[in-house]
Structures are given as structure tokens and as C-alpha cells.
Nanobody
Framework: QVKLVESGGGSVQAGGSLRLSCAVSGYRASSGDIAWFRQAPGKEREGVARIVNGGGNTYYADSVKGRFTISQDNAKNTVSLQMNSLKPEDTAMYYC?????????????????WGQGTQVTVSS
């Protein structure tokens, strides 16, 4: 059974940093496909970063490129999202997702497994 557990969310001022972590069980992150999504109130869930094949390939949404970095620790089977230069518009619930079906990776319907989410709030 695949289980994803996010941690590391919190409140920060604009310009600050946070590091999110996703603990993965039942799925080998080193050979898999894991992404971070976020969902703000009243908005659709959107993909922000994706890591494939143990970090061999990473992808980012344009809105976070240059500010967010996705990485993974294969020994611990965890995936992290380092978020720098945070903006108020980054405020959202952040989710870890695994097992990509195909298509547009930024669409939530194309991933099979989800964590419960961790809240990130950025104040101006």
C-alpha cells in the first residue's frame, strides 16, 4: 500500500523560505515519479515540481522556476521541496503525489496516490 506523508509547512513572511518533506512508503521513489502540487482556496490543484528516476529529471511550473527546488533522498525514500523567495501567492495546501499515469504532469488527475497535505502561508 502506497502512503505519502507531508511535513514542513508553516507560516512565513514574504521573501522567506520553507522546506517541505514527503515520506514515501510502499513505492520506490528512486525509480519512480513523484510530484508536489498545491491548491489555494477556490483554485484548482496545480503541479509545481516533479522528480523522476531518482532525480535524473526534474520539472517545474513556470511560477516557481528558479525559486523552488525538488530533490530526493533515496536512502530515506523521501522527496523534499525547498521553497525560497516565497510570495503571498504561494500560499496554499501543498500535496505530494506519486505514480504518474501520463499526459500533463501538472494536472492532478494524472497521479494516482496522494498525501494529506501540509499548509503553507506566506504573509506580505
Amino acid at each position: 500500500q502506497v502512503k505519502l506523508v507531508e511535513s514542513g509547512g508553516g507560516s512565513v513572511q514574504a521573501g522567506g523560505s520553507l522546506r517541505l518533506s514527503c515520506a514515501v512508503s510502499g513505492y520506490r521513489a528512486s525509480s519512480g515519479d513523484i510530484a508536489w502540487f498545491r491548491q489555494a482556496p477556490g483554485k484548482e490543484r496545480e503541479g509545481v515540481a516533479r522528480i523522476v528516476n531518482g532525480g535524473g529529471n526534474t520539472y517545474y511550473a513556470d511560477s516557481v522556476k528558479g525559486r523552488f527546488t525538488i530533490s530526493q533522498d533515496n536512502a530515506k525514500n523521501t522527496v523534499s521541496l525547498q521553497m525560497n523567495s516565497l510570495k503571498p501567492e504561494d500560499t496554499a495546501m501543498y500535496y505530494c503525489a506519486a505514480y504518474f499515469f501520463g499526459g500533463d504532469w501538472k494536472r492532478s488527475g494524472n497521479f494516482n496516490y496522494w498525501g494529506q497535505g501540509t499548509q503553507v502561508t506566506v504573509s506580505s
